[in-house]
């Protein structure tokens, strides 16, 4: 899998020559060497790309990302499994055991609820509600504090009007960002070979991504951050090009300093393991960063 996140935001034609991602824009022409993708993110419905291009992303491991007439992602490419995937592979993850299910799913929503502490601390928000409810995390978080948190965190962090249903820049640039955080996470799921749309506590039946919108929890308070940071009147390209470089963002995980793109294969792998029985214990510490990362994109077009 590669490390550089490519992002196609003009009419362009992206094939492929002699190993090399080739983007062929109306003014210029850009080589990119396929093994380095990790994302490709096509944001504009004006640009092709061709059969040979996706099959060597796919080689890779790489993920292509389409983005919709409105700006969110709406399409994912995703992989056959071919070298991962199995039968058994599947059995096994059927006949997960509901209580190691149970018990990650409790590990994953104290971490997020402890990165949104974090989160309401750095924008210097009163977070006694927040640790009360914490506090409160009960086994597979039977009384909802997941739930109870996010209707007094999202207020504290954007203010006392804010709602996650409005239709305003802030929530485009919130959605946009999980977006890719999930796509992300399900790259992963995949190139292990289990299925997304079989989940530990999300299990909607229209949802083809249930296990990624659980795995994902920890890291959502990543994105908060970095937009409550930002004085967003529009869901301009900047917002979206910072979104999508916060996968290079330095953070901690399970102890160790990482960024972003490196701690999401390791921390899905490792519960996969769990799960599955290889592991006999989990750990799930994921630490936001202590400062809003303004690194650049490192391959844009």
Not at 51 to 69: N, P
Not at 174 to 202: E, F, K
Request: with cysteine; charged share 15%.
């Amino acid at each position: 899998m590669g490390w550089r996140t490519v992002v196609v935001t003009q009419h362009a034609k992206i094939s492929l020559m002699t190993g090399n991602l080739v983007v062929q824009t109306d003014t210029d022409r850009y080589h990119i060497p396929v093994r380095d993708v990790g994302v490709l993110l096509i944001q504009t419905v004006q640009a092709v790309i061709t059969a040979a291009a996706l099959v060597a992303l796919a080689e890779v491991q790489a993920k292509v990302i389409f983005t919709g007439r409105d700006g969110q992602p709406i399409c994912t490419t995703t992989g056959d499994y071919s070298n991962a995937q199995s039968a058994v592979t599947v059995q096994e993850q059927v006949a997960w055991p509901q209580e190691r299910m149970m018990k990650l799913w409790t590990r994953i929503v104290a971490s997020k609820l402890q990165n949104q502490i974090r989160v309401a601390q750095f924008v210097n928000a009163p977070i006694e509600n927040l640790q009360q409810e914490l506090d409160q995390l009960e086994f597979n978080d039977i009384t909802n504090r997941e739930a109870v948190v996010a209707r007094r965190y999202f207020p504290l962090i954007f203010g006392d009007d804010f709602s996650r249903s409005d239709l305003t820049p802030i929530n485009a640039a919130l959605n946009y960002g999980y977006a890719i955080l999930l796509s992300t996470v399900d790259q992963a799921i995949g190139v292990r070979g289990y299925l997304t749309c079989l989940g530990i506590h999300h299990a909607r039946t229209d949802n083809a991504y249930n296990l990624g919108s659980d795995l994902m929890e920890p890291f959502r308070p990543i994105i908060d951050q970095w937009v409550s940071q930002q004085k967003i009147r529009d869901f301009t390209p900047d917002i979206k090009y910072g979104l999508v470089g916060l996968l290079n963002v330095a953070m901690t995980y399970n102890g160790q300093q990482t960024i972003l793109r490196n701690a999401i294969p390791k921390y899905v792998g490792h519960c996969l393991d769990y799960l599955s029985g290889t592991v006999g214990t989990i750990q799930v510490e994921v630490e936001i960063p202590n400062e809003v990362s303004s690194h650049a994109l490192n391959g844009t077009v």
